[in-house]
């Protein structure tokens, strides 16, 4: 499964963006996906996953009410809708996909493949 990140940019506190991965390769669409973020000095950390069906969601307690992940199958590709933005939203967002295709994990050793990373600045 290869993975592309691309949406990120600059925006300033209190604004949205979104994010895409597209995913492409061997069943892409049947794999459950999460998004993590790493901020510079520190551990990369889980954001947001969604089962291959788009059934299942979780996040992480720091985004819940703020980010939305949703995907289309049909384009193989999963999102990752970004409000109120905040400073301490600034990192390197990266789309992972997990080693067990069916597995819907908020654990990043879980996850085997993973896009290049798209960086996301937001300002005070």
């Known amino acids: 499964v290869q993975l592309v990140e691309s949406g990120g940019g600059l925006v300033q506190a209190g604004g949205s963006l979104r994010l895409s991965c597209a995913a492409s390769?061997?069943?892409?669409?049947?794999?459950?996906m999460g998004w993590f973020r790493q901020a510079p000095g520190n551990e990369r950390e889980f954001v947001a996953a969604i089962s291959w069906s788009g059934s299942s969601t979780y996040y992480a307690d720091s985004v819940k009410g703020r980010f939305t992940i949703s995907r289309d199958n049909a384009k193989n590709t999963v999102y990752l809708q970004m409000n109120s933005l905040k400073p301490e939203d600034t990192a390197v967002y990266y789309c992972?996909?997990?080693?067990?295709?069916?597995?819907?994990?908020?654990?990043?050793?879980?996850?085997?493949?993973w896009g290049q990373g798209t960086l996301v600045t937001s300002p005070a």
């Open positions: 390769g061997r069943a892409a669409s049947s794999y459950s």
């Open positions: 992972a996909a997990p080693r067990d295709p069916g597995y819907t994990t908020t654990t990043p050793r879980e996850y085997e493949y």
